[in-house]
């Protein structure tokens, strides 16, 4: 059964503080997301990785960096947490496509991160 | 720009009852169109994912439809019960890896 974990579902931080969330994926997927969800707004694209040390931008990158030093592992960083980044954190997994086509995205749980 | 674009926002129906929820999209190039369940507090998780050559695609009481021609989907939910509450998103990708549009996703709550 393929899986993807978080590594917290609730998390709270303080302004300023410096904030991990870790993503492990079990099925050898290449690609890696994260992502954000707010109501009313949907999920949007924060980073993705489509390979070990690779990394690209999403939609919203500001205030974020990512590490991807494991192909099984992904992390999204807050290097100084502010109020306006409390949210639910979604990370997905995909095998890279071949053809361009079935790109199922497997998702985490996902955390609630809470910045007071 | 690529959209998504999903109605109703909400939906209320009774326990029993049969319901369609609507995705209208604008990306292109198309890949493929994913319907998602998402419960409360958690993640997505896969109902139906179609390529452009699919127009029909069921899974149990869910059967997705596609129009790639009028770039229209829907999620149809037969004898609903009270476990589909829950927000229902519509994806929709191109042949980039990275780059899938979402909807923001129909509310249902099916009441007893």
């Known amino acids: 059964d393929v899986k993807v974990t978080q590594s917290s579902r609730y998390l709270v931080k303080r302004t300023g503080e410096k904030v991990f969330l870790e993503c492990v994926q079990d099925?050898?997927?290449?690609?890696m997301f994260w992502y954000r969800q707010d109501p009313g707004l949907g999920l949007r694209l924060i980073y993705f990785s489509y390979d070990v040390k690779m990394k690209e931008k999403g939609d919203i990158p500001e205030g974020y960096s990512v590490s991807r030093e494991k192909k099984e592992r992904f992390s999204l960083i807050l290097e100084s947490a502010s109020t306006n980044q409390t949210s639910m954190y979604l990370c997905?997994?995909?095998?890279?496509?071949?053809?361009?086509?079935?790109?199922?995205?497997?998702f985490g749980p996902g955390t609630r991160l809470t910045v007071l | 720009k690529n959209q998504v674009e999903q109605s109703p926002q909400s939906l209320i129906i009774l326990e029993g009852k049969n319901c369609t929820l609507q995705c209208n999209y604008t990306v292109s190039p198309f890949s493929n169109l994913r319907w998602y369940k998402q419960d409360t507090g958690r993640g997505p998780v896969s109902l139906t994912i179609m390529t452009f050559s699919e127009n029909t695609k069921s899974n149990g009481r869910y059967t997705a439809t596609l129009d790639a021609d009028t770039k229209q989907s829907s999620l149809h939910i037969t004898a609903s019960q009270l476990s589909d509450s829950a927000s229902y998103i519509c994806?929709?990708?191109?042949?980039?890896?990275?780059?899938?549009?979402f909807g923001d996703g129909t509310t249902l709550t099916v009441k007893p």
């Open positions: 099925m050898d997927h290449e690609n």
């Open positions: 997905a997994s995909t095998l890279r496509q071949a053809g361009g086509f079935y790109n199922e995205q497997f």
């Open positions: 994806v929709v990708s191109g042949h980039n890896a990275g780059k899938s549009t």
